[in-house]
């Protein structure tokens, strides 16, 4: 399973992928905003330091300004992945913006025939968004494993991106039921490695060490 860090925030990005847990990156305009940086500048710089698929939102709501926005983010290097939103006009561009050999990752997905559609049109990755389904007391984890089971049925190449991911359940699911890539936020990848049982058994070790009055170094 791939993992993508879901942030713009570079020194969290940096951090993390020195460990080589970096696979991808995902922004939206939300987290350009919460970066305080301008999207040119820190999406190239995401670039420069991560190897795998970046991507970079347009914001524009008409297929024809989508296609030209999309043509200026894969403009800042190889490994944009130009993120569009799942209405029609964000499947005009998916469908253009594939057929030019781009990247495109169709986002805001809530539904499986949505997801349908994306692949239809030709989209490297689908993000179905599980936390907002979650919100409105529907399991998000439902939408990941329907999405999976027609994708699998037909053999369709697009990646499903489970998105929205805001606790670790959401990663192991995702996992379980077969997701090709998570994106989650630094702060719930980093919460990965945390287990009551781990920090109480090395407490244990650490104590009965210091009895030996040993040193290894
Ligand atoms: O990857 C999508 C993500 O940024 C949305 O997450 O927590 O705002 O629903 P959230």
């Not at 860090?5 to 570079?10: F, P, Y």
């Not at 305080?36 to 991560?50: A, F, H, P, S, W």
């Not at 469908?95 to 994306?118: D, I, P």
Request: with cysteine; aromatic share 6%; charged share 25%.
């Amino acid at each position: 399973m791939k993992f993508f860090v879901d942030t713009a925030d570079i020194d969290a990005i940096a951090e993390l992928n020195e460990l080589g847990f970096v696979d991808g990156v995902t922004t939206n305009p939300s987290l350009i905003m919460k970066s305080g940086r301008d999207i040119l500048e820190v999406t190239k710089e995401i670039c420069d330091l991560v190897d795998g698929p970046v991507s970079a939102e347009v914001t524009a709501t008409e297929a024809d300004d989508m296609i030209a926005e999309g043509r200026k983010l894969a403009e800042i290097a190889e490994n944009i992945a130009v993120k569009v939103p799942l209405t029609w006009a964000g499947l005009k561009t998916c469908k253009t913006l594939s057929a030019e050999g781009r990247m495109v990752n169709v986002t805001l997905c809530f539904a499986a025939n949505q997801a349908l559609l994306a692949a239809k049109a030709g989209a490297t990755f689908i993000s179905p968004f599980i936390g907002r389904l979650d919100d409105i007391n529907v399991d998000g984890m439902d939408l990941i494993a329907e999405i999976r089971q027609i994708y699998d049925n037909y053999g369709y190449g697009t990646e499903i991106l489970a998105a929205s991911i805001r606790t670790v359940n959401h990663v192991k699911q995702s996992a379980l039921i077969g997701a090709d890539v998570i994106t989650a936020p630094p702060g719930v990848l980093k919460k990965l490695a945390d287990h009551p049982l781990t920090d109480a058994g090395l407490d244990a070790f650490m104590a009965d060490w210091a009895k030996t009055g040993q040193k290894i170094l």
